[in-house]
């Protein structure tokens, strides 16, 4: 059974950071890109940033310059860092993984918070 888990998520105060882990079952294979997307309340899921298989990435205008998507090959995890965040920022963030066979797999989601 294929599993994506997400870690890190919390409250901050604005301007803090935060950094989002995604931690997959290992039997995916084929990936075309590793994203982050998110969900505030009452709004769309949106793209935060991906890293597609080719290593190039993409980012929305909202976290580019702030926000960095990578892969930690040892711990086999993709990790978000968020830097700066805003009191724009709240909502469940989810990792998104898309195979090149079109296999679609999203993880439960982490809360962000973002309060003074």
């Known amino acids: 059974q294929v599993r994506l888990v997400e870690s890190g998520g919390g409250l901050v105060p604005p301007g803090g950071s935060l950094r989002l882990s995604c931690a997959d079952s290992g039997n995916i294979s084929g990936v075309y890109s590793r994203g982050w997307f998110r969900q505030a309340p009452g709004k769309q899921r949106e793209l935060v940033a991906r890293l597609y298989r080719s290593g190039t990435t993409d980012y929305s205008d909202s976290a580019r310059g702030r926000f960095t998507i990578s892969r930690d090959n040892a711990e086999d995890t993709r990790r978000l860092q968020m830097n700066s965040l805003e009191p724009e920022d709240p909502a469940v963030y989810y990792c998104?993984?898309?195979?090149?066979?079109?296999?679609?797999?999203w993880g439960q989601g982490t809360q962000v918070t973002v309060s003074s």
């Open positions: 998104r993984y898309v195979t090149m066979g079109a296999a679609d797999y």
